[in-house]
């Protein structure tokens, strides 16, 4: 990989909130640094996980200068930009092009379903030439299960031809080791994250660069080991032993399993707070999971 | 019907655009006073139709304020408010209460999927709590073919209870008659627009306070002309001729339909222009469709 392009483990950073929902920053921001400091080889904040889409567009904007005031690597930032309205869009990656950040993380715009391919690469297209910066690169965000609206090989195909320089990977989180597999193998060069962790080994074997991985909120060390050694003789057995802390979780709404996990970790309760239509899990669900969490 | 209340034929008003996408606000006002001129009792701008969500959080404020300017009646408005974040949401309802706007449209936060009835509740009770002016009168928004999360028949109660004032009424875009029903008779009192036309007779039948339908863009007359005749004795077969035009257009993309006939109406071209994801219909599909709703 050539040291210029973005790999490892990236966590979409949690997004830690005060009661009345605004986002803790310097909580935030020291949580950023102690990832980096923890194993994460970068950081993906404004992800699903981040919450990112119950983010108001200027909270967003205000907390990736602060972060990056605060002394966090831009090029070691992928933050997530992608909303339902170009211009939307075009502030958040224009703002992350100009501050230096390795990349963005880009949704396709996810409000209207059942969109054409060739729709799907004019947004993208469109998002690219109005930012019109040499320096914005372009990792794709497949999350069907959530976004509904994804990326297929065709439109990747496509926006790797007109922009080849500028879309450089992705992040697939569909679920779907098979699609991950035709993208490995169809696009060599183009940097595929994988979502899950759990397809980590997989990833690696075939050409992708690392994951972005919920999950490295609060394993960022066992992932990272996994990535440094996975070409160890006992890596399938490093792969199973990072697979059990997201099998114990894999019942509890993510986000909120996430952050129990956080609080009960700093003994910090303001962790527990999401912003709606996502909430907190019940203290008997909170239990449960951490007691699973605990044992795996 | 109080007279303070919204009723009768309302237009999600389509969003005309220049070449390089962005809105033509001049066209755009001048179209929105010649529907209600032409039938329309109101209008909810920037709905689905109005590719409201392919517009971004300032153009939309501009346009509201432009709109309202140029001497359209706040009061006839019922804009679209709903975005993923709660303060983006807030941002838009608080300057639309501000306005004086007769209400606002809710979508629900739409992103996250498999969120709980809970969580919705709280999303939309925050969004009130925070824009905090009794002027808000909120109409949620009920569209699940499309933004996936809707609102149950649990969260509209729960809504009904807790903001009595302010949660006067709703579009159901669901397509689904038995819960439209489920509404119409379990809550009196609660304004219930249906989002197709095709219903429009049973809803009115029903207590219902009228549509709001993408097809009153083009057929304005023939929808207000049921609504004002829905007692007559040949309203079924009012209601019969008036799904035609709709039947005649049911095979194409619906916001593209609309904007090609716009184009043919006007002869002007700039109408057939629709941001991406969306984009308009080949030049076969657009003669093909304009033919079946010459003849419907």
């Known amino acids: 990989m050539p040291t210029n392009r973005l790999g490892g483990v990236f ?18 921001i020291a949580f950023c640094k102690q990832l980096l400091a923890d194993g994460c080889t970068g950081l993906a904040p404004f992800g699903t ?8 567009l200027s909270e967003r904007m205000e907390m990736l200068d602060a972060l990056i005031e605060a002394g966090v690597p831009a090029a070691r930032l992928m933050p997530g930009t992608g909303m339902c309205a170009i211009p939307d869009t075009v502030k958040l990656s224009a703002q992350a092009a100009r501050l230096g950040c390795g990349g963005v993380l880009l949704l396709p715009p996810f409000y209207y379903k059942g969109v054409s391919e060739d729709g799907v690469f004019r947004a993208v297209a469109e998002v690219i030439e109005r930012v019109g910066d040499d320096r914005l690169k372009v990792y794709i965000y497949n999350i069907p299960p959530i976004a509904v609206v994804g990326y297929s090989l065709a439109v990747i195909e496509r926006l790797l031809a007109a922009y080849p320089g500028t879309v450089v990977g992705m992040k697939d989180s569909s679920g779907d080791w098979a699609y991950q597999q035709a993208v490995l193998e169809g696009f060599p060069g183009f940097d595929v994250f994988t979502g899950s962790e759990r397809y980590l080994l997989a990833n690696l074997r ?13 394993i960022p060390d066992k992932i990272r080991f996994l990535y440094d050694n996975y070409l160890a003789a006992n890596a399938d057995q490093v792969q199973a032993d990072l697979n059990r802390p997201r099998e114990a979780t894999k019942d509890y709404a993510a ?15 303001t962790w527990i707070t999401l912003r709606p239509p996502l909430i907190n899990l019940s203290q008997a669900a909170a239990d449960e999971l951490l007691a699973k969490f605990a044992a795996a």
């Open 11 to 28: 966590a979409p950073v949690l997004t830690p909130m005060f009661d009345d929902l605004t986002p803790d920053t310097p909580k935030w």
């Open 255 to 269: 986000i909120a399993a996430l952050k129990q996990i956080m609080a009960a970790r700093t003994g910090d309760r």
């Open 206 to 218: 075939l050409g992708g660069v690392g994951t972005i991985s919920a999950m490295a909120n609060v």
């Open 49 to 56: 996980t981040s919450e990112a889409n119950s983010l108001g």
